[in-house]
């Protein structure tokens, strides 16, 4: 089968597809044939540094996210030809990921969906519009009555979070730290421009923090009593909360909490494809690729230009 595999650091430009062998299927996993997958930030990062590091198993075929078809269920119990969707877990990491005509995944981390959406789109929806939701409903708890911060939300994920909330009833206020960008966030009920110091200005019920521990002491501070704060994004590049004083830095009756995608369940995947359905929302994205053109694709996820998701159709 065709698919890109590395065992070192391996920039966009230098990115190619290979010949490997369909994998064997084995009890507890299922062969996936990928029909499209979408790109994500930590792909390139695996590319650029972290594959030199130990529990990369190498070589890897990269893609944490994937959509497709069962090729062969194994003893998952799922039929050949079920469209599913994969995330996380260890793909594109610990074992073979999506840049490649099959993927071998870990049935518990393969859902079945129902949808008529074309592969391009719906490669948008893994992994982002999971992100979205369990940010949303699971850690912030929505309600339409909610007003929301997303701040950082000309990214993919900020897209999709706009998408979700604004159908459910929700008045969004988006930011970006660009002006030219401000159009791009006509979606949402108020567009603004992101100095790096909201507070005194915004006043939410709730705030997704997709720009990270560099805005989040200030996100805090921008928040009612009884607000909660869902830190989900790394957009500004720093990881960690140095020097975090919780009892002063978090103003009383405020709640701050976090979101991981690495524990996507069928109920959630469920719950997404049935409200896209029920509000006839379709999954953005920025831009799609063909396989033959992964390298153009890696190119595109390096550069940051492409304004959303970028997918890959195979
Ligand atoms: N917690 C989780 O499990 C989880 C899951 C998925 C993603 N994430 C994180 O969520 C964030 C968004 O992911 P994504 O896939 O949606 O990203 P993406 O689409 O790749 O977004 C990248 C774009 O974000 C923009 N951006 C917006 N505000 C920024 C800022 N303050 N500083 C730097 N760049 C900014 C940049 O464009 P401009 O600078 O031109 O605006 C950049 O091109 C990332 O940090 C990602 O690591 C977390």
């Known amino acids: 089968m065709k698919?890109?595999?590395?065992?070192?650091?391996?920039?966009?430009?230098?990115?190619?597809?290979?010949?490997?062998?369909?994998?064997?299927?084995?009890?507890?996993?299922?062969?996936?044939?990928?029909?499209?997958?979408?790109?994500?930030?930590?792909?390139?990062?695996?590319?650029?540094s972290e594959i030199e590091a130990d529990h990369i198993s190498k070589p890897?075929?990269?893609?944490?996210?994937?959509?497709?078809?069962?090729?062969?269920?194994?003893?998952?119990?799922?039929?050949e030809g079920q469209k599913v969707i994969a995330l996380m877990g260890g793909m594109g990491r610990s074992f073979n990921g999506s840049y490649a005509e099959y993927a071998l995944l870990p049935a518990h981390h393969v859902f079945a969906i129902e949808s008529d959406l074309p592969w391009d789109r719906l490669a948008a929806v893994p992994e982002t519009y999971f992100t979205a939701w369990g940010s949303l409903f699971e850690c912030l708890q929505l309600k339409p009555t909610d007003t929301l911060l997303i701040r950082g939300a000309t990214c993919?994920?900020?897209?999709?979070?706009?998408?979700?909330?604004?159908?459910?009833?929700?008045k969004v206020t988006a930011t970006t730290h660009r002006e030219s960008?401000?159009?791009?966030?006509?979606?949402?009920?108020?567009?603004?421009?992101?100095?790096?110091?909201?507070?005194?200005?915004?006043?939410v019920t709730k705030a997704l923090e997709l720009v990270g521990a560099k805005t989040v002491r200030d996100t805090l501070r921008c928040m009612v009593k009884g607000g909660i704060v869902c830190?989900?994004?790394?957009?500004?590049?720093?990881?960690?909360?140095?020097?975090?004083?919780?009892?002063?830095?978090?103003?009383?009756?405020?709640?701050?909490?976090?979101f991981f995608s690495n524990y996507p369940t069928q109920q959630a995947v469920d719950?997404?494809?049935?409200?896209?359905?029920?509000?006839?929302?379709?999954?953005?994205?920025?831009?799609?690729?063909?396989?033959?053109?992964?390298?153009?694709?890696?190119?595109?996820?390096?550069?940051?230009?492409?304004?959303?998701?970028?997918?890959?159709?195979?």
């Open 3 to 48: 698919a890109v595999s590395i065992d070192k650091i391996t920039p966009a430009g230098n990115v190619a597809i290979t010949e490997i062998p369909v994998p064997e299927v084995r009890p507890g996993w299922v062969l996936v044939k990928v029909k499209a997958f979408g790109m994500n930030h930590s792909e390139q990062i695996l590319r650029l």
């Open 60 to 79: 890897i075929v990269p893609g944490i996210e994937c959509v497709g078809e069962i090729a062969d269920p194994s003893d998952s119990g799922m039929q």
């Open 156 to 170: 993919a994920l900020g897209y999709a979070a706009i998408q979700i909330a604004k159908a459910f009833g929700c």
């Open 181 to 203: 960008k401000l159009p791009l966030l006509a979606d949402s009920d108020e567009a603004v421009l992101d100095d790096g110091q909201l507070a005194g200005k915004a006043n």
């Open 231 to 258: 830190h989900t994004g790394l957009l500004g590049g720093v990881y960690t909360l140095d020097g975090f004083d919780p009892i002063k830095e978090i103003p009383n009756g405020v709640y701050l909490t976090g």
């Open 271 to 314: 719950e997404i494809f049935t409200f896209l359905s029920e509000h006839k929302l379709q999954p953005v994205y920025g831009e799609c690729f063909d396989f033959e053109h992964i390298r153009e694709a890696c190119i595109a996820l390096d550069g940051g230009k492409v304004n959303g998701k970028i997918t890959v159709k195979i």
